[in-house]
């Protein structure tokens, strides 16, 4: 027995239990997102399909809703609609992870389910926190439930990673090719470049390093969640790199994440190239995917981001939580880019049917208003070939298209400190918008761009309006509660 996991475990369920019994109405609360069932959320980690049910893992801090000591917390499934909470496998209980059980992966295989993540330690001193003061050591467990984990191996440390690299060496992901496992970690290099270190293993024990994979001209410093997967064909590099420029069109987020085209033979030799972002909106970072059981490659991303407190805040903190996961996300190969869109099964979610454009007698110029009876929509546009339009969402949020440019912008409380967020979008043929209580998914040509982002508003309701737009398409209202983070 384990005193101290013990412990830890008895005052996280007391904390969860707190939040959920403690009075008042929460009108931000999230429906169909899965959010953290008490305190803070960030990375996705974990994601697999397990013996008849998506696991989906996540960096959980239950005590702050601002963040703090990283455990595992555990939401399953059998739709990526309907989500059960099924507490914290993983705690920082060993002296590798001590100070967190920072993000990873699963890989399945042979009846067990395999997880691999960073263990971070944090010295006590005088330290940089860069150079000297953490270590980040890889870490191994299984489990053949889902839930319950066997003893923990650690089977890379710092002194095990190439020179050159700083203490930022994190979050593994693991896949197979042939009878070889393959891990990528993104890392911080001492010449302050973000790289991902190739790692291969003929039994998923003993890692040998295989080759840095980083861009030719330096790319940010650091490189955090790599994922390496082929679509279609295509190989792809995932990560989140911190230390970019802003710029007005793209990268205007504090960090980004996005995507790299790998050449075919990338495990070998050459450069990752022309990075796309995954998303435009406020609130995304960090992202993973898998291949489910019917062989989709799902993406899901944090709908959030660290250290925004200077730009815009969630006041779901007063609340006592913070933060959520983007809906499950199938990827498409398309057009030389990657396509995203929310699961086929999220039209599980739609109730009942609001409104149906098809009629095609309305004015465009004449703006035309909607009312939801709900906070939650599902919002269909297809077929627009309209140069130029706007949506409202309430009075304070504005979705707009001119001269090949499509915006979302905030005014007034409703975006928190939220102002615009803008992409170069020369065509746009189709809008869906995925709203739930306080975060919404702008989904544009099928998933070619995508805008998530959090809003926050006092109405129940959800007064819509359109103009420049012929057909206003369809409307569903969203079930109720299918995030079930009760215990
Ligand atoms: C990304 C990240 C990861 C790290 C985890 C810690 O948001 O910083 O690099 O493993 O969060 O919570």
Known sequence: ???????????????????????????????????????????????????????FFFQYSPFDPEGGLKVWGEY??????????EGTPLLPDSPWDCHGVYSGCAFTEDGLLDIFY????????????????????????????????????????????????????????????????????????????????????????????????????????????????CLDGQWLLSVSPQGLKREEFCRQNIYQSGYFILPEKWMEEGEPKEFREWDMGFDFYAP???????????????????????????????????????????????????YQYPVKEAEMLREKELFSGSRQD?????????????????????????????????????LKYEDGVFSLSFEGIMGAGRKVRKALVPKLYSIRILADTSLMEIYLNEGEYVFTSRYYTESDVRQLSVRGLQNAGNIWTMKKQTCLTGL
């Open 288 to 338: 993973q995917t898998f291949r489910d059981e019917k062989g989709r490659r799902i993406l899901v991303g944090w709908a959030g981001l660290p250290d925004i407190k200077e730009e815009y805040n969630n006041p779901t903190v007063e609340q006592g939580w913070q933060h959520a996961f983007t809906m499950p996300r199938e990827l498409k190969w398309k057009n030389g880019k990657v």
């Open 118 to 229: 960073t263990g971070n330690v944090k010295l006590d001193g005088d330290y940089d926190y860069v150079n000297s003061g953490r270590e980040a050591n890889t870490i191994y467990t299984c489990s053949e439930d889902g839930i319950h984990f066997r003893e923990k191996e650690c089977l890379l440390e710092m002194k095990d990673y190439p020179t050159g690299y700083t203490n930022h060496i994190r979050d593994p992901k693991v896949w197979k090719a042939g009878d070889t496992c393959y891990m990528v970690l993104g890392g911080r290099k001492k010449d302050n470049r973000g790289a991902v270190l190739l790692y291969a293993s003929k039994d998923k024990k003993h890692w040998e390093f295989v080759r840095e994979v980083t861009t030719r001209e330096p790319f940010g410093y650091m490189w955090e969640c790599p994922d390496a997967f």
């Open 362 to 398: 309305r004015d465009p110029e004449k703006t035309q208003g909607i009312l939801v009876e709900d906070s939650c929509f599902d919002w269909e546009i297809k077929e627009t070939d309209s140069r130029s339009f706007s949506i409202k969402i309430e009075e304070e949020c504005v």
């Open 1 to 55: 027995m384990n005193v101290m996991r013990d412990t830890l475990l008895r005052e996280i369920r007391r904390r969860e239990t707190e939040y959920q019994n403690r009075p008042g109405q929460d009108k931000w609360r999230l429906r169909f997102h899965i959010m953290p069932p008490a305190g803070w959320l960030n990375d996705p980690n974990g994601l697999c399909f397990y013996r008849g049910k998506y696991h």
């Open 76 to 85: 399953t499934g059998t739709d990526l609609v309907h989500w059960q909470y």
